[in-house]
């Protein structure tokens, strides 16, 4: 594991190094440029003085023959422990005058390179320090016997270079405790800055995609620049999560629905292979038949309901007459309904233009219908009707409904006793409110006070124009 981590570091710590880096590399540079900066200011300053001094010193000497050792009287030159020197040589290279701090010992003569202009050159005094000396050669005029007169002018920079020493010391202290500081710094902000997106990896991570439920994750503050990430992040989960809960659903709908045809149809094979004539093996292959329609139902709606939840399955819009397209399922579950000694009394207008699914919408209607059929006891009336605002209103009586069953009955497979013999499955509401959701229409159940079920679809797009 150690290899792992170190070759994927986590991305606090990946933003914390590169940080830190920077943050050296900055101070390095300011480390430098501080550095030469002040070198350059103080030897400069060194240079300039001795510029002076040189300069009065060549115009004395030149001014006064015979009375160059003079310039030793001067304070700075006089004391064997000072830091300051001078050398006088004339066109012959004879020592006209040097400073006491000398204590009789030359400087070094300067290298004809050095008198053609006035720049510092180091060298080694007489003491045996190191020393900084600005030279001057001056041609004299005509009739002087000294012929040129040559000046050095030196000043000790040991105490100097110390001092610059002491600088670098400090600055490097300085430096290293603000890479310290800054890194610790950088560490606390980018943990600080990071921890919305650890505790949503944390929470991420304790989500177990076997829950019967989906989580609610919380995001909390997040940057501007994560939020957008962490959005589609949580986006992506949810489906990912809705899938698998559809797939469980679907599974669990399958065996369950399933389970009571297929035991039927295989009984009445049993029952058929069993025939000793041909009407009874006709009337056989006939309920076999109609438990394998049975079936494909309910497959076909199972798969149906799984792509309108999927989204899979997108609305086409188009105009559609709704008035005509109760009739024609009215029309289908007539049969049914007679055989059960049921009335439908239809209150439907001449036509209704509106803007829908024309496949969504007929199965939606089919299965209120199927529903009204399913749930009325035998020999009552079904009432349908489309009201002047557009809805469709569906009504059976429902004795055996009270109203903690009405959200039961929006429920996948839930059976209740119809009072007749039979049970009903609430696969059809179920569908059916897909569907509406889907449109982008409502559902509505209610009980009315005589026991019956109003079923009220509402909000379909008129057709305008």
Excluded: C
């Amino acid at each position: 594991m150690w290899f792992p981590d170190r070759a994927h570091p986590s991305l606090a710590r990946r933003i914390t190094v590169n940080l830190s880096v920077g943050l050296a590399l900055t101070l390095f540079l300011s480390f430098l440029v501080l550095h030469a900066i002040f070198r350059n200011d103080m030897y400069a300053r060194v240079e300039e003085a001795l510029v002076l001094r040189v300069q009065s010193l060549i115009e004395y000497a030149a001014a006064n023959p015979g009375r160059e050792s003079e310039v030793e009287l001067l304070t700075e030159f006089r004391s064997a422990a000072h830091q300051d020197f001078f050398q006088v040589w004339d066109g012959d290279g004879r020592t006209l005058a040097r400073s006491d701090s000398s204590a009789g010992r030359d400087l070094p003569p300067p290298a004809a390179a050095v008198l053609t202009g006035q720049r510092s050159y180091p060298l080694q005094l007489p003491d045996g320090h190191r020393g900084l000396a600005i030279a001057v050669a001056m041609r004299l005029p005509p009739g002087d016997p000294r012929d040129v007169l040559t000046v050095v002018v030196a000043k000790e920079i040991e105490s100097l270079e110390d001092l610059e020493h002491r600088l670098h010391w400090i600055m490097a202290v300085v430096a290293g405790a603000a890479l310290l500081a800054g890194v610790a710094a950088a560490r606390y902000a980018v943990g600080r800055g990071l921890r919305p997106v650890e505790q949503l990896a944390q929470q991420i991570a304790r989500i177990d995609p076997r829950a019967p439920r989906r989580i609610a994750l919380e995001m909390g503050p997040l940057p501007d620049e994560l939020e957008p990430l962490a959005e589609k992040t949580l986006s992506i989960l949810d489906r990912l999560l809705a899938a698998l809960e559809r797939e469980r659903r679907f599974s669990r709908n399958v065996a369950h629905e399933l389970r009571t045809p297929l035991a039927e149809l295989r009984m009445l094979a049993d029952v058929g292979s069993m025939a000793k004539t041909t009407d009874e093996a006709r009337a056989s292959l006939v309920e076999v038949g109609a438990t394998a329609a049975e079936l494909q139902l309910i497959i076909d709606s199972l798969l149906t309901l799984a792509r309108y939840e999927a989204g899979t399955e997108k609305p086409q819009t188009e105009p559609l007459e709704l008035a005509g397209a109760v009739r024609r399922e009215l029309e289908r579950a007539a049969t049914a309904a007679s055989e059960r000694g049921l009335t439908i009394d239809a209150r439907l207008p001449r036509e209704h233009w509106i803007l829908s699914d024309a496949t969504l919408l007929k199965r939606l209607i089919a299965n209120l219908v199927g529903n009204a059929v399913a749930h009325a006891p035998e020999r009552s009336t079904i009432s349908v009707s489309l009201e002047p605002d557009g809805s469709l209103r569906i009504a059976n009586p429902a004795p055996h409904l009270d109203a903690g069953d009405l959200t039961r009955l929006r429920e996948r497979f839930f059976r209740i006793d119809s009072g007749h013999g039979g049970a009903h499955a609430g696969l059809g509401l179920a569908l059916s409110e897909a569907i509406a959701d889907v449109l982008g229409a409502r559902l509505d159940l209610r009980l009315d006070g005589v026991r019956g079920l109003i079923a009220t679809l509402s909000g379909l797009e008129p057709l305008r124009g």
